[in-house]
């Protein structure tokens, strides 16, 4: 049995100044007469609960699958940033080691990517035809945690742009087979070419988002469909367009205007109601610990400092499936920060103190 904590501070989101106790890994706010002092030192104390990188790939780098010492340290990376649950949006690692681990966070897996047999990146997916893709996504639904990741869009060498990956009416499968297995699913679309037919299918989640259009928004909002926008992968549209550029010039063209727009994009489908959440991509080609970073950059896609931060922990943490509040009895998962977050979103590169499942770990 770990020794009880102590936290006094102001407790996000209900903004109150509490005394907070850890007793036995839970949230208690009964007193505890000889609890140790995790606000010793620091003159005000916001306690967050924590934080969320909603599409993150714990496992993967550029090349593909990565080994458990890797693994080990992205996971860390992601959890002394203030990331305690990780959405794993598609690994081709196994990492359910990790589960074991109670100073690592926990990991809400999606399975492996599914993509269409030569449209996506190397090593990442399972390449299939529409035919086989209803069975894929049932097996990736058994080996996840609740999600299924598809491929919607990638490059297409004919046409030299983005383009669906899937038919209509295999789309319409995908989906179906997933919530028959009671699970939700997810897809990274860049363009908006394949949009139409995963929203109509009715898919629980876009990733990335930059094709949407206003009717789109609002066949998201009537359907629930929530957007994970990964501010910080969009900001590399501009790096791929130019990688691609020679071999590719109108998928660099495209993806140049996907990024000139993406601001107006994300901030259109907020104001219009869609549930946004944060999620910074890591993995294959971004570091892992910058769920800071894509709150403060969410920020000034329109989204208030109160929804943003929302978008990484009470709001994210509801979304998933975990408590979003830190009520009695609850795991104690948070943050401490010395400086209020909702006034300057900055504070969250910087947490005081790390608590998770009860335990301090940073």
Partial sequence: MTAALHVRGVVLPEGEHRDLYVVDGRVSYEPVADADDLTGGLERAWVVPGLVDAHCHVGLDADGAVDEQTQQRQATDDRDGGALLLRDCGSAADT????????LPEIIRAGRHIARTRRYIRNYAHEVEPAELPAYVAQEAARGDGWVKLVGDWIERESGDLTPLWPGDAVRAAVSTAHAQGVRMTAHVFGAAALPDLIEAGIDCIE???????????????????????????????????????????????????????????GA????????YAGTDAGGFLPHGLIADEV????TYGLST????GA??????EWLGRPARLDE?????????????????????????VVLRGRVVG
């Fill in 296 to 299: 403060a950059e969410l920020a």
């Fill in 312 to 317: 990484a922990s009470w709001r994210a943490r």
């Fill in 208 to 266: 990335h988002g930059t094709g949407l259009s206003t009717d789109l928004v609002d066949a998201m909002v009537a359907r629930g469909t929530a957007l994970v926008p990964t501010t910080k992968q969009l900001n590399k549209f501009e790096s791929y367009a130019a990688q691609g550029e020679a071999k590719f010039p109108a998928y660099a063209a495209h993806m140049r205007a996907l990024f000139a727009r993406r601001r107006e994009t994300i």
């Fill in 329 to 353: 009895g609850v795991p104690a998962s948070f943050c401490v920060y010395s400086a209020d977050p909702l006034a300057d979103l900055g504070a969250l590169k910087a947490p005081a103190r």
């Fill in 306 to 309: 109160f929804d943003a931060l």
């Fill in 96 to 103: 359910r080691w990790i589960d074991a681990r109670p100073d």
């Fill in 269 to 276: 489908a907020y104001e219009a109601g869609v549930a946004i």
